[in-house]
């Protein structure tokens, strides 16, 4: 049976670990689970973004989501993504994973075919009458048909059982204003933020927590930047925001998302595999320069000792040393057959 209590704190979206078959690796992820649970994280968020949900089939989304929540056995509230392709499968996920004992389910705005604002309606009220788990509102306009404050205050008044939003915009007055206009007649209802970039900002305009990729890498850095900003020490708050916007950078805009988290996630010690999406030569060599760049963030943060030949973070390097790291890495890729 699901768990109750309103969504707050960190939920990380967990990258799969996969093996050299690409399946599913799962004593590695059993053990990411424990390992993301010891560090601090409030709950896990698995079959988002970051874990590459529309990468698997439906039925090992059901296994990704069954596996987690067993080795989670109830330690911390799951809010499992339950996005399928229509409605119908998407109320028999809701009800699958309900059955597991997850806590809510998290359920992108239809994609692909954009709709209008009473279409975006009509899809998460019919969700939200026949859902057996509490439902949260996924708002990622990049991607899917947006979730408009009117339509989100709307479902709020109508359906019980839609319980929070995860916003994953960045777009700090678009939250106020869903705050602001929902608050005053749902305190239980949930705001969260899905951009690692605007956490703290975000805590601070009364965000109950976060779904945040960076928290599956450096779990340790997310839970200790929302305990500060809950409890007011902004300065500490802050300089801790900006050391996470660095790694976060890093590893969404320098290769392929989500790979640059799956290549910090492998710094960290665990199996992670290549991704699902075949890469180019020159993607694979891209990968391996970023994750010299992850290395020497992770290094400064004390997780990880520096790559061989140290760092120059903060610093501009010179065009031979760009040119010997680039002839470094093709010899590795040579060496292991890729190039």
């Given at each position: 049976?699901?768990?109750?209590?309103?969504?707050?704190?960190?939920?990380?979206?967990?990258?799969?670990?996969?093996?050299?078959?690409?399946?599913?690796?799962?004593?590695?992820?059993?053990?990411?689970?424990?390992?993301?649970?010891?560090?601090?994280?409030?709950?896990?968020?698995?079959?988002?973004s970051t874990g590459e949900f529309l990468r698997f089939t439906v039925e090992e989304r059901k296994r990704i989501i069954k596996i987690i929540a067993?080795?989670?056995?109830?330690?911390?509230?799951?809010?499992?993504?339950?996005?399928?392709?229509?409605?119908?499968?998407?109320?028999?996920?809701?009800?699958?994973?309900?059955?597991?004992?997850?806590?809510?389910?998290?359920?992108?705005?239809?994609?692909?075919?954009?709709?209008?604002?009473?279409?975006?309606?009509?899809?998460?009220?019919?969700?939200?009458?026949?859902?057996?788990?509490?439902?949260?509102?996924?708002?990622?306009?990049?991607?899917?048909?947006?979730?408009?404050?009117?339509?989100?205050?709307?479902?709020?008044?109508?359906?019980?059982?839609i319980v929070a939003i995860k916003d994953s915009s960045g777009d700090i007055p678009h939250m106020m204003r869903m705050i602001s206009e929902i608050?005053?007649?749902?305190?239980?209802?949930?705001?969260?933020?899905?951009?690692?970039?605007?956490?703290?900002?975000?805590?601070?305009?009364?965000?109950?927590?976060?779904?945040?990729?960076?928290?599956?890498?450096?779990?340790?850095?997310?839970?200790?930047?929302?305990?500060?900003?809950?409890?007011?020490?902004?300065?500490?708050?802050?300089?801790?925001?900006?050391?996470?916007?660095?790694?976060?950078?890093?590893?969404?805009?320098?290769?392929?998302?989500?790979?640059?988290?799956?290549?910090?996630?492998?710094?960290?010690?665990?199996?992670?595999?290549?991704?699902?999406?075949?890469?180019?030569?020159?993607?694979?060599?891209?990968?391996?320069?970023?994750?010299?760049?992850?290395?020497?963030?992770?290094?400064?943060?004390?997780?990880?000792?520096?790559?061989?030949?140290?760092?120059?973070?903060?610093?501009?390097?010179?065009?031979?040393?760009?040119?010997?790291?680039?002839?470094?890495?093709?010899?590795?890729?040579?060496?292991?057959?890729?190039?």
């Open positions: 049976m699901a768990q109750s209590g309103r969504l707050q704190g960190i939920f990380t979206p967990n990258i799969v670990p996969l093996d050299s078959r690409g399946e599913i690796n799962e004593g590695e992820l059993r053990r990411y689970v424990d390992w993301l649970i010891d560090k601090g994280v409030h709950g896990l968020y698995p079959n988002g067993e080795q989670t056995n109830g330690r911390v509230p799951i809010l499992a993504g339950a996005a399928e392709a229509n409605v119908k499968e998407t109320i028999k996920a809701c009800e699958t994973y309900y059955e597991y004992g997850c806590r809510a389910v998290a359920i992108v705005s239809p994609f692909y075919f954009k709709l209008s604002p009473a279409g975006v309606y009509a899809y998460f009220k019919e969700i939200g009458d026949n859902t057996p788990i509490d439902v949260t509102l996924y708002n990622i306009p990049m991607f899917a048909s947006p979730i408009d404050v009117a339509t989100v205050k709307r479902l709020a008044e109508e359906c019980p059982k608050r005053p007649f749902r305190p239980d209802f949930s705001f969260l933020t899905g951009w690692d970039a605007a956490l703290m900002p975000m805590l601070l305009i009364g965000c109950d927590g976060g779904t945040n990729a960076t928290s599956g890498v450096v779990p340790e850095i997310t839970r200790k930047l929302y305990d500060l900003s809950i409890s007011g020490r902004i300065d500490e708050a802050r300089d801790l925001q900006y050391r996470l916007l660095k790694l976060f950078d890093a590893m969404l805009l320098n290769t392929e998302f989500p790979e640059g988290f799956r290549a910090a996630l492998e710094l960290r010690g665990f199996e992670a595999g290549q991704g699902r999406q075949p890469q180019s030569q020159s993607q694979r060599l891209e990968n391996d320069i970023v994750k010299n760049e992850l290395q020497c963030l992770l290094a400064a943060e004390g997780y990880v000792d520096e790559p061989v030949g140290g760092c120059r973070i903060g610093q501009s390097a010179e065009p031979d040393e760009i040119a010997g790291i680039v002839q470094g890495v093709v010899e590795e890729l040579k060496r292991r057959g890729m190039a």
